[in-house]
């Protein structure tokens, strides 16, 4: 039994990961959003006064209303894989286990998922949720994921590296304001690294319809300029 999953294993780790196949355009009909973000960035602040625009006037016009989605991906790839949230965290810090790790994994437990069964899990619930449309997707590797797809608007929210600290600091609690800037960095290092891991293409900041400077423009702002652009779109 034990030698089968060692089999099945080394299977998968030769295996060409479809993830990274190049795809053609899809025509999903319903519009969708992804917003990416360097760390200490608004994103909530901008998610949720977009949101509500959108679902003011959905509701004025008797439309579908829209929905922000973010620890709901990590749920339902749990759910679906059958393993604690915990388990699986690690994919969206861009880290992956080692050959010795995963095949440790293998053979201590019967419910051993591999880390592009995880990836692709992950990738199947974003693509998904993005063709069920009018949803504003955070993250996650979304604006990678679903680069496929017509009727999308893909966000990216930065700022000065100083800007950000001044934020941070006044959100968490770090000692210094050098542990503030590790963190800083590393943060903006994973998230980067997962638009990447997910991306099937040459990385490219142009992946991007619109990026909007943080320092310079206020959230109401970022939201107010994206909620028209639906509108002049038709997306609502």
Aim: glycine letters at 2%.
């Amino acid at each position: 039994m034990k030698g089968n999953i060692l089999f099945e294993y080394m299977q998968n780790r030769f295996e060409v990961e479809t993830s990274r196949t190049k795809t053609e355009k899809k025509d999903n009909k319903i519009p969708f959003i992804t917003i990416s973000r360097q760390f200490g960035c608004p994103s909530k602040l901008v998610t949720n006064a977009l949101n509500k625009k959108i679902n003011e006037y959905t509701t004025r016009h008797n439309h579908k209303s829209w929905s922000i989605i973010n620890k709901e991906i990590l749920e339902q790839a749990a759910k679906k894989l059958e393993l604690h949230p915990n388990k699986i965290n690690y994919i969206f810090d861009a880290e992956s286990k080692n050959t010795m790790d995963e095949i440790l994994s293998a053979l201590s437990s019967k419910r051993y998922k591999s880390d592009r069964t995880k990836r692709k899990i992950i990738r199947d619930i974003v693509m998904n949720i993005a063709l069920e449309g009018r949803k504003i997707i955070i993250g996650r590797g979304g604006v990678s994921i679903t680069n496929t797809l017509q009727n999308s608007l893909h966000i990216r929210l930065f700022a000065p590296l100083e800007w950000r600290i001044e934020q941070v600091k006044n959100t968490y609690s770090f000692p210094t304001t050098k542990k503030a800037i590790e963190y800083i960095l590393e943060m903006d290092k994973k998230r980067l690294e997962l638009i990447k891991q997910f991306y099937p293409y040459e990385f490219s900041f142009e992946i991007f319809d619109l990026q909007y400077n943080c320092r310079k423009i206020k959230p109401e702002e970022i939201a107010e300029q994206i909620f028209h652009l639906l509108l002049e779109r038709k997306a609502l």
